[in-house]
């Protein structure tokens, strides 16, 4: 794209540092590089920057084993999801393409619905299959499903189509969506352990703050409303099923994996979304009330995966990525008023916001050897670009056709001290389809269709908080950042040597589109 590097050659905003804490003597990829890396990612849901302990200090519960990573690993302070709420982050997460690229540009998608990434189109699955790795998928999809018949008129006699298994996975295991919307039942591959033949809606949680329950009991007659749910379904059993079958994955392929077949493990976690149900082994922990015991066990169950790549000896050539897919639910500010708890640390919003707080998430990435323990990248990352990491990592060219949002960030470890970011700007999309555009410490918020939604310009370096809109006195950035987003946003690509289109002409969100 020779617009927008020379829009940025011309940028008068000034580079950023990339800031590193690379201690004297330490040399990454130093000596003979590893054989190619395992990877496990673990992706929260609705996990704010500051339901982190080593992110919050003023946090009212603990988080050891995101600690522990932060110690032995790298914390990026300026990490992002790619949209603020569940189908679209988790799209540009497993394609590196931005989803507004796509039909959907706002909002999410229920548990039935054709799969957004389309047919063909290069996932981190299926490009690490391409390069040896085993691939699995355990949790929460909520990316659409085929599923047979219709409600009410279903034979689960047949297979599920348009999922994880076609999208790169070898193995999948898990629930199609989040819990409030339905066809709730354990999936492994492309059928469910037992199928729904019951009905139910949400009930009323006790223990949490605005929150429901998926739990016994159901009833056998289908009703307008009302959500398909297999009879040994419980909300409160996910994360530890989940534990249970990411576990048993690991300890089945772990001799492979130490004899040189790496694998790829995604494990897209409930947690802290609602329903919010801690179990009762974490009841009272925290000072936060039902969510900081939720957060304490979502903690937990990393640290029982930790647990298993050091009994099997995969920890020093594992990659482990820990990050979330958006902001907090809408339930932050009810945290603040009673506990004094602050979800999004000292950011503004939260999930569906396109402010900080909607998007800025926790980011950890632990590799001995190659990343220095303790470490700190104060660097802007989206994770739409852990394709084009990982493609990095393993010295693989990525097809033309994919992952057009998506560029490495393997220098915030493999570079030095002092260097320069190359980072492109990063675009940031809200569930109402509103955009912003971040480069450096400038962030251009746009104007968009809902009443009241102005254009806002914010110094992050000065004001991270975002309280101080200096659009006024800043044309100069204004006109800048404005032109680098018409031209991402309507090229169809960020990264070099990317080559497709987006998959609609404009829409009516983008009014500050010329026309």
Not at 390 to 419: C, T, Y
Request: hydrophobic residues 35%; proline residues 7%.
């Amino acid at each position: 794209m020779p617009s927008v590097r020379i829009l940025q050659r011309d940028m008068k905003l000034g580079a950023s540092v990339l800031v590193l804490a690379l201690g004297a003597g330490f040399q990454a990829w130093s000596g003979t590089p590893p054989s190619p890396p395992n990877i496990l990612l673990v992706y929260t849901d609705d996990q704010g920057y500051g339901d982190s302990s080593c992110l919050n200090p003023s946090a009212k519960f603990k988080t050891p084993h995101q600690d522990r990573l932060a110690r032995e690993g790298m914390t990026f302070t300026d990490a992002h999801c790619s949209d603020t709420v569940c189908t679209p982050s988790r799209y540009g997460l497993l394609t590196g393409r931005y989803s507004w690229r796509t039909t959907l540009k706002r909002g999410v998608f229920g548990a039935e619905h054709p799969c957004l990434i389309a047919q063909g189109r290069t996932t981190l699955a299926s490009f690490l299959r391409e390069n040896r790795y085993r691939t699995a998928m355990v949790g929460k999809w909520h990316l659409g499903m085929d599923f047979p018949g219709r409600p009410g008129d279903r034979d689960w006699a047949l297979p599920v189509q348009d999922m994880p298994l076609d999208k790169g996975f070898d193995y999948f295991w898990g629930i199609p969506a989040s819990l409030n919307y339905g066809i709730l039942a354990w999936f492994e591959g492309r059928f469910a352990e037992v199928p729904p033949s019951q009905w139910t809606r949400k009930k009323a949680n006790q223990i949490a703050l605005s929150d429901y329950r998926i739990a016994p009991p159901y009833q056998a007659k289908h009703a307008e409303g009302l959500m398909e749910v297999a009879p040994d379904f419980v909300d409160s059993q996910c994360l530890t099923r989940f534990t249970e079958q990411a576990v048993n994955w690991i300890e089945s392929i772990a001799q492979d994996a130490r004899s040189g077949r790496p694998f790829f493990l995604y494990l897209p976690l409930t947690s802290p979304h609602k329903p919010v149900i801690p179990l009762e082994q974490f009841r009272g922990q925290g000072n936060a009330g039902a969510y900081g015991e939720f957060m304490i066990e979502t903690d937990w169950h990393l640290g029982q995966l930790l647990a298993t790549l050091d009994r099997e000896k995969l920890t020093r050539n594992t990659i482990v990525i820990y990050t979330s897919d958006n902001g907090p639910e809408n339930t932050w500010r009810e945290r603040i008023r009673k506990f004094d708890h602050h979800s999004a640390g000292p950011y503004r919003g939260g999930k569906r916001s396109v402010y900080e707080g909607g998007h800025r998430v926790p980011f950890f990435l632990r590799w001995p050897d190659q990343v220095k323990p303790g470490s700190h990248c104060r660097e802007p990352i989206c994770q739409t670009d852990l394709l084009a990491t990982f493609a990095d990592i393993l010295g693989q060219p990525l097809p033309g056709n994919a992952a057009e949002d998506s560029i490495s960030f393997r220098q915030a470890w493999h570079g030095s001290a002092g260097q320069s970011s190359a980072r492109d700007p990063i675009i940031h999309h809200g569930a109402n389809g509103r955009f912003a555009i971040r480069k450096d410490h400038w962030k251009l918020i746009m104007e968009s269709r809902k009443k009241g939604e102005q254009r806002e310009l914010y110094n992050l370096e000065t004001d991270p908080s975002e309280k101080h809109n200096v659009l006024a006195t800043n044309p100069g950035v204004e006109k800048v950042l404005l032109a680098l987003l018409i031209d991402i946003v309507t090229s169809g690509s960020t990264r070099d040597g990317a080559t497709t289109k987006n998959d609609t002409p404009p829409w009516a969100d983008l009014v500050w589109l010329p026309r």
